[in-house]
Nanobody, 126 residues
Framework: DVQLQASGGGLVQAGGSLRLSCTASGITFDDYAIGWFRQAPGKKREGISCISESDGNTNYAGSVKGRFTISSDNAKNTVYLQMNNLKPEDTAVYYC???????????????????WGQGTQVTVSS
């Protein structure tokens, strides 16, 4: 039984930082990549970052590149998303999900992901 648990969301002022965590059970990072997505009210779910331990790939959407950093701790089966210089437009529910690969260059697509965790709310005030 695969489970993904996202946590770490909260309320922060613009320019602040948050670190999200995604803890996985039932899968290993040797076999699965982990992606982070977000969905703001009235908008489509957007892939923002992914990481693949098996081939060392990471990927970032243009909207977060240079501000967000994805990393993993295999011993804890946890992937982190460090979010710096947060902006009000980063406000959304953030989800983590598992897929068989993370492309280093392609857009991170919702349909590529097989398993999803519940969301964690991130609110950035101006």
């Amino acid at each position: 039984d695969v489970q993904l648990q996202a946590s770490g969301g909260g309320l922060v002022q613009a320019g602040g930082s948050l670190r999200l965590s995604c803890t996985a059970s039932g899968i290993t990072f040797d076999d699965y990549a982990i992606g982070w997505f977000r969905q703001a009210p009235g908008k489509k779910r957007e892939g923002i970052s992914c990481i693949s331990e098996s081939d060392g790939n990471t990927n970032y959407a243009g909207s977060v590149k240079g501000r967000f950093t994805i990393s993993s701790d295999n011993a804890k089966n946890t992937v982190y998303l460090q979010m710096n210089n947060l902006k009000p437009e980063d406000t959304a529910v953030y989800y983590c999900a598992a897929a068989v690969f993370c492309s280093e260059y392609d857009v991170i697509q919702v349909y590529e992901y097989d398993y999803w965790g519940q969301g964690t709310q991130v609110t950035v005030s101006s």
